[in-house]
């Protein structure tokens, strides 16, 4: 089997369900920024795996990888119900959102990102996770999409701030 198929050379690529589509599609726009973000997620997951206090995070991250990984199929294939988003993981979200602000003061003052490591790497997955909702809600304009998922991408780049303020 062979990696390259040509098709990228003129301009095509195949979506996750195999669909020929343009490169300049926004449902490709919205895939790879998903990607991107997921990658973004795993750096920050190898980043504190070491860490105990960070155990609880490390798991939920996990959960918004494999969440994102539905969300692109779902872009892909939307006929295939397997790909929707279960109405509770906005619920989950948000819960967790809730939880982590319990920890914190209130903010009066702007964020600058770059006082750890960690929290600079937070804050970019947080830009990745809007520029994502942006071309998702782009894609929603030419097919019908879950609303579920839509919600779900506006609080991630919410979760991701809080959590950037957890150090």
Known sequence: MSIYTRKGDKGKTSNLSGQEVSKTSASIHFIGAADELNCHLGLIK?????EDSWKTEHDFLEKIQKNLVIIMSHVSNIKNSNFFLPEDEVTILEKEIDRLLANLS??????????SIIEAQIQIAR????????LFFAVGEEQSLCPEAGA????????????SQQE
Do not use: C, H, M, W
């Not at 779900?152 to 959590?163: A, E, I, K, P």
């Open 127 to 134: 830009t990745i996770a809007r520029r994502a909702e942006r």
């Open 152 to 163: 779900y991408l506006n609080r991630l780049s919410d979760y991701l701030f809080v959590l």
């Open 46 to 50: 190898a980043i504190i795996s070491n």
């Open 106 to 115: 209130k903010q009066t003052i702007l964020i600058v990102p770059g006082k």
